[in-house]
């Protein structure tokens, strides 16, 4: 199962608290299914989100979550798949960052099937709780119909939980 946020690192607020609530729910997931889910954040700022910056930010939230970026067009093209609306500007240039803006974009979480499929969005409303509740569903689901999934090991998935800080990883934020 895949788990696919769209969102930028510059976000002041909603995007901490969205992924403040998939890295809780990755942790309960990795608990009762482990192994079973691949957290993916999809930057709609590319130019200010490189690689690097990504892997940063998003390594302090949870070291599980693999970040996804490209050009501006692959963004938008990405983004029309999923019906993901964004506002990044199309002209502005990778290093010639001067003004500071703001991206308005949509915010749910895209639960993905291992074959590649939508089944259910996951919104603000959700708790971590209620979150991995609606992952762990359709995960039962998908092995009712004898489906398999994919729980190869990832690295960092289980890092959090068991208390070791994986090589390559930063220590998760300490809590306010
Ligand atoms: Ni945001």
Redesign the pocket.
Known sequence: MRQIYF??TH??????D?LDKLSAAIDILQQKQPHSIRPIFVSVDPARDTPPILATYLSEFHPAIQGLTGSWSQIKEMCRQYRVYFSTPKDVQPGLIKEDYL?D?S?YFYVMDPEGDFVECIGRQDTPESAAGIVLEHIKDWRREGKSIDKTPLPYLSSKVSGEVAKGARVARAPS
């Open positions: 969102g930028f976000c002041p607020d909603i995007c901490p969205e991206v974009h915010i």
